[in-house]
């Protein structure tokens, strides 16, 4: 059963406007959210977290929400810029593992 | 960025035949982790290392072992390797110390090709 899932595999922004990611979770028991960036042929890299006790975490252009009720957060970049097109990774942590989504190719439009 | 190194960063192996990945870190952290990544799968855990000699299995181990003997080194053996271990291996570190512990930081990968 898949306890992070990312439903939109793709998503295409033009560039100064909003992206929106997003992720659902169904095991109640994680408590960090993380969002990670991956290039082609480069390892994953951190980009922000949020703790399950805080609804809103902002660092620079990326914000990540998080709603428990609904087992759902998203991460804001604003603006896009082309450097953000990349593959990104929702994951969910719990004793010292990480579950990740399946991710979703942003593509930001010129 | 995180001192990990992974090798060799790309291989190509024959079904049947043992394969062993190494990641080595410079950090001194804790746990160490190796994923593999395949289309419409995300990151998955294989096996992962809480100290040395401490392993446990992930969430796709079969087929796969590992040791760790040094704090730096997390070694990952495919004993016999099959085409369906055709993937991008990553390893990845954390350290216990830090916050809740929850960050991990990835290696480069590596790119296993089994024919």
């Known amino acids: 059963d898949q306890q992070v899932k990312q439903n939109s595999p793709s998503l295409s922004v033009q560039e100064g406007r909003i992206s929106i990611l997003n992720c659902d979770y169904t095991?109640?028991?994680?408590?960090?959210f993380l969002w990670y960036k991956k290039y082609p042929a480069e390892g994953p890299t951190f980009l922000i977290s949020?703790?399950?006790?805080?609804d809103k975490n902002e660092d620079g252009r990326f914000t990540v929400f998080l709603n428990k009720s609904a087992k759902h957060l998203s991460l804001h970049i604003v603006p896009s810029q082309p450097g953000d097109s990349a593959v990104y990774f929702c994951?969910?942590?719990?004793?010292?593992?990480?579950?990740f989504g399946q991710g979703t190719r942003l593509t930001i439009n010129p | 960025d995180a001192g990990i190194t992974q090798s060799p960063r790309h291989k190509v192996t024959e079904t049947g035949t043992p394969v062993t990945l190494r990641c080595h870190q410079t950090?001194?952290?804790?746990?160490m982790y190796w994923y593999r990544q395949d289309p419409g799968h995300g990151l998955r855990l294989i096996h992962y290392?809480?100290?040395?000699?401490?392993?446990d299995k992930g969430e796709v181990s079969d087929g796969y072992s590992v040791s760790r003997s040094k704090t730096e080194d997390f070694l990952l053996t495919l004993e016999s390797a099959t085409s369906s271990q055709t993937s991008v291996y990553f390893c990845?570190?954390?350290?216990?110390?830090?916050?809740?512990?929850?960050?991990?930081?990835f290696g480069p990968g590596t790119r296993l090709l089994v024919l």
């Open positions: 994951a969910a942590h719990r004793a010292q593992k990480l579950v």
């Open positions: 095991n109640s028991m994680f408590d960090y």
């Open positions: 949020i703790s399950s006790i805080k």
């Open positions: 950090e001194n952290h804790r746990y």
């Open positions: 990845a570190i954390s350290d216990s110390t830090s916050g809740g512990g929850e960050t991990q930081y």
């Open positions: 290392s809480y100290g040395v000699k401490d392993t």
